[in-house]
């Protein structure tokens, strides 16, 4: 049996020439594609034809997510939602408001398999890939909740992008289309805790956008500890790949460092961390430091804000350009994966 048609993964010239297959005018093709950038259900795209919205309804899938839970920041506007997909899977996302703009933080995995030790997104592991689709209908369902413009996307959610490469990639050529939701792939962040290969294979593609890599340690054997695949791919491996990654495509590379207290935010590990990054990276690269946020089925806590000064002073003094992030919706706080893994022991007592 042939695979149903998915509607939402589409470019606006595959829309129209799926309109002209199904029966209908071309300008309906773009019709449906407005629609659907918009985050519209079909039933509400009222002036196609009745019976060509049956036929989508009932010959092709529509991956729209639909909004399960919303956590609205009274302080700052950032908003958390948890986001069903058509098979039961769920994932968050989130609205977060800038000087700039917003922006839209989208997972595109429902879990993962990584395996950080301080992340809640993993615990349960990887049920699955996102499609590209599901992907990009978080932005739009986004777009279309808050009635507000979208400027730049964050792949930063649950699960690692590199690990969902093909749909990934097919989501940021979805997302940058001008007919589209037209985000510029240089207000696009990828984020990947080191798949070495894959940052190669990204090199090649010809978008440019950033590359955001989560260190979060400058020694192996922390590094391996906390995060997995870096037995695989220790540091200096990741490091050439990044350097690689800037010279092919002229993209600053970002290193999320999140600290966390007594493994490795000492001032020790700044020195150790402005070393390496001086040593193995030729050209502009930004550390973000991250306060922790704490996951209750782990031991790990963050240090103190004044640590965390500290710790981004000495590298500024050592010549690596470095932030603290910004803690956006601080009332509403939950580590990412915190409301699906809720959600998941919920639906599935046998989790707890």
């Not at 491996?237 to 970002?254: I, N, P």
């Amino acid at each position: 049996m042939a695979e149903k048609a998915d509607l939402l993964g589409m470019t606006l010239d595959e829309t129209k020439t799926f309109a002209k297959e199904m029966g209908e005018a071309a300008f309906r093709g773009q019709q449906l594609y407005g629609w659907m950038q918009k985050g519209v259900p079909i039933e509400e795209m009222t002036n196609l034809p009745a019976a060509f919205r049956k036929k989508l309804q009932t010959e092709c899938t529509y991956r729209l997510p639909r909004i399960l839970q919303k956590q609205v920041s009274q302080i700052d506007g950032t908003i958390k939602y948890l986001m069903g997909m058509l098979d039961g899977e769920c994932v968050e996302s989130v609205f977060m408001r800038y000087a700039h703009g917003n922006t839209v933080c989208v997972s595109c995995q429902a879990g993962c398999r990584m395996g950080c030790a301080f992340c809640a997104s993993t615990l349960r592991g990887r049920s699955r890939d996102l499609t590209a689709s599901e992907i990009l209908g978080q932005v739009a369902v986004i777009g279309r909740d808050t009635g507000e413009r979208i400027g730049g996307v964050v792949m930063m959610g649950i699960g690692e992008p590199l690990d969902n490469y093909d749909n990934t990639v097919r989501f940021l050529h979805l997302v940058s289309q001008k007919e589209g939701l037209n985000i510029g792939l240089r207000h696009i962040s990828v984020s990947t805790c080191g798949l070495v290969p894959k940052i190669y294979q990204l090199a090649q593609e010809g978008l440019a956008v950033t590359l955001s890599v989560s260190l979060h340690a400058c020694h192996d054997s922390v590094r391996d500890r906390l995060m997995p695949i870096n037995r695989t791919y220790p540091i200096e491996s990741l490091l050439e790949a990044c350097q690689q990654y800037f010279d092919k495509t002229g993209r600053r590379v970002s290193f999320e460092y999140t600290l966390i207290s007594g493994e490795n935010d000492s001032i020790e590990d700044a020195a150790a961390l402005a070393a390496r990054l001086r040593r193995t990276i030729h050209g502009p690269c930004h550390v973000n430091l991250i306060l922790l946020n704490p996951v209750r089925e782990t031991a790990f806590a963050a240090p103190g804000r004044e640590r965390a000064k500290e710790f981004c002073a000495y590298l500024e003094k050592r010549g690596i350009s470095a932030t603290i992030r910004r803690k956006l919706g601080s009332d509403i706080d939950a580590s990412c994966g915190q409301l699906r893994l809720n959600h998941v022991e919920n639906a599935n007592p046998k989790y707890k």
